[in-house]
């Protein structure tokens, strides 16, 4: 599966004792190393560069998304109630009923739900302050390692 979208696992040598437990997939292959005993684990430590100059990068689109917070949902429930969705529906079309059904839900959704625009494209919407706070601990740690690996 891994080959069949044009990604190669680049960790082949064993990571924990004779087992190989990390992934390392991407479409740019690169060199990549192991370090026993940097750290206090069992687990070797991974090094590798990737040639940021081949990678392409996607320009940020401008997300709109919906404020679900400010949804006025006591009048969203009898707005939808009271469509007309038999207009809808047209049986030698499926595809035109499916058009005409999402026009309509999405014109009562947008009329009780407020949009807003993301300030911060580059931010996923599951990175949240928590995750931040891993992930800079993370990289504490591989800092830390890298210099007791100079050393």
Known sequence: MVNDIFL???????TRKENILNLLLTNVPENISGYDNVFNSDHKLINFQINLQVVKRVKPSKRIVYNYKRANWPTLKPTLI????DVCFDESDVEESLRKWTDMFLSAVNEHIPKY???????????DSELRNLIKQKDKLRRKAQKNSDS
């Open 82 to 85: 009271n469509c007309p969705w």
């Open 8 to 14: 190669w696992q680049l960790i082949d040598f064993p």
């Open 117 to 127: 625009k993301v300030r911060n494209n580059t931010d996923l919407p599951w990175v």
